[in-house]
């Protein structure tokens, strides 16, 4: 195989690219000066290099070449260590953090366990769960932050299963209209939901 | 303008019609034969006859040539009087009872009240809404039963303004993730709403 | 059923519209006066009365009380009586009249040809066609203009097999980009029918 | 910024790629173990080693250290030395060969003309068509294989007319019905070309 296809084959992996895409890519890649495939390689080169995981919520980031293995989040005493939000991956936790309005800390699971699934401890960091758990002194909530669709929720029952007794208190995203949804297009279960939870 | 151009132009008023599918409609009807369009014809005129509208909540519904002017859930006694959920429109009013969720009383308002609006009872039910709610012997909550859309938060704002004295409790749908949201793609809005009303 | 439910399920064979757009409809009529349904059902009353089918292409137009059955394109001696362009439906002559390309005569078959239809003769025009083409003294040409899709070809093929030896030359469209294509994205049947029909 | 930034932004230039979507090739690269950055990191190095451009066509090809620098087509004795096809980029080359229905030579441009350029010369291959023309000594056709676009057209005319006299004939592609098209939806210049270049 050349190196067109090869690559090609390469990026046709990334999430959400197709084959034509991928190619488009690589013929971008060639159309841009040497400098430009430079930047890429280094720039995935220093990529493992600098990124580490956090020893406490297992998320990438930029060490710095700090001794502590410990990200700005988890490092940070004033945060409200009695709430642990578990999301399935680094991208999840962007979106909550971006939103403001948890003080908590995180766990990052690694991935959902998706109905049926025979071996999930596989899927999802389940041991490095156990010992973040075991190791929070304050902690009073965990908060299953899930997708509301069925691999979510089977996470979320799994992890609720495997601590029950362990952890007080397990609580799961509200559900109900997000911003700019109509009534008359919402799902039933949704405007149960919607129904249940109103605010007064 | 012939007869296929004017109907073309009384469907192209049609929610969600264009000129070509309001064309496309002419034409069919003139691909059937003359029972489709004489069903047509007939169904339109016992529209205007048949169906009334509820004294109680204002949507429509087929009278059947009853005295009473009050529609099947407002003449139920057996619903819950202490709850009436006000909602936009009659299509609104069906989406909430398919959810089978709630089963209090119900007052369609006939429209939204946009910002900005000068005159928000030419655009909504509010002399019969005002009427309904002093009538209502034991109302304790009103759901404001919106989009969740910025008309419908400035709708739900007016009547709680109009009103505040005259009813204990007003309450609106709940936010958070709907059915099959997904965290990454949420905006930060709703996820702030689906963390503060999680659900224990 | 009442008469919102027997409107909607009407407006639901409607083509493209589904039973909860039907419903929409039927709530649209029940919230305007009186008088848009008045101007419906006579728009649709009168569209049977005024509308009258050609007797030379079969299509439908506004008849105006006049003598002939002729539909102003038929009548006017000045096109060339040299083609025939056939077309499905109403709305493809349509289309086709709006470009200004074409100068000759029209014939609407009134649907097409599925592949695999055992009774061709019950899903179009046969008989009115057969007559339109024995009565047309100087036709030189028929112009099969169809969907580019296997249906169209179907029906195409359909008609020249019915027709040789008494028609001399039958055309079809010109296959190639169509206006906005880009070649990354066209089909290579595309592509290699705007390669053999190159324009010099 | 860190490399987790600096890497989403490099992807984020990709085309069709927005800051999302090159956030989640970043979490990909980083949930995939090394491995996968290594073998994304020797394409990358690789491709801009083996390939080499065309000094025939311009297109970018695997060289595998032969001495000619001539692709496997401009190589092709056997093609038709009496057509030069020029498309704009790499991506519309292999749409077409992929078609199957051209024989002769290729040269690609590089780029399109857009309306109102000042420095064309800037954006397409112009020396090299200049000399790739020259030197072509049967040749007898230049098909301009362009988007059905406004900026398709300007370069057509642009090389059109800075190579009259010296070429005898310009063709363009056939412009028509695309696969899978409808009349109906079909705009006013797709149907006079459907019509203007009708197959007998």
Redesign the interface.
Known sequence: M???D??SE?FAR???IGPR?A?????????RN?DY?S???K?????????IQCEGCMR???G?GQVSKLCSICADDARDSSMLMI??????F???E?????KGYYFIL?GVVPILEKEPEKRIRIKELEKRIKSSENLK?I?L?????LDGENTAEFIKQKYQGIVL????????????????????????????????
Chains 1, 2, 3, 4 share one sequence.
Do not use: W
Request: proline share 3%; hydrophobic share 40%; aromatic share 10%.
């Open positions: 050349n190196s067109i090869k690559l390469i990334f999430p959400g895409q190619k488009r890519f690589v013929y971008f890649l060639l159309s040497g495939s930047e890429l390689v720039a995935v080169q220093s990529l493992k290099k600098e990124i990438f980031f930029a710095n999301v399935p991956r680094d991208i999840d962007e979106a909550i971006r939103s403001g309005s948890y690694g909530e908060i932050a899930m997708n509301a669709n208190v397990f609580s799961t995203l509200g559900k109900g209209l997000s911003t700019g949804a109509e009534l008359e297009y919402a799902d039933p279960e949704t405007l149960k939901n919607a129904f249940l939870h109103r605010t007064k």
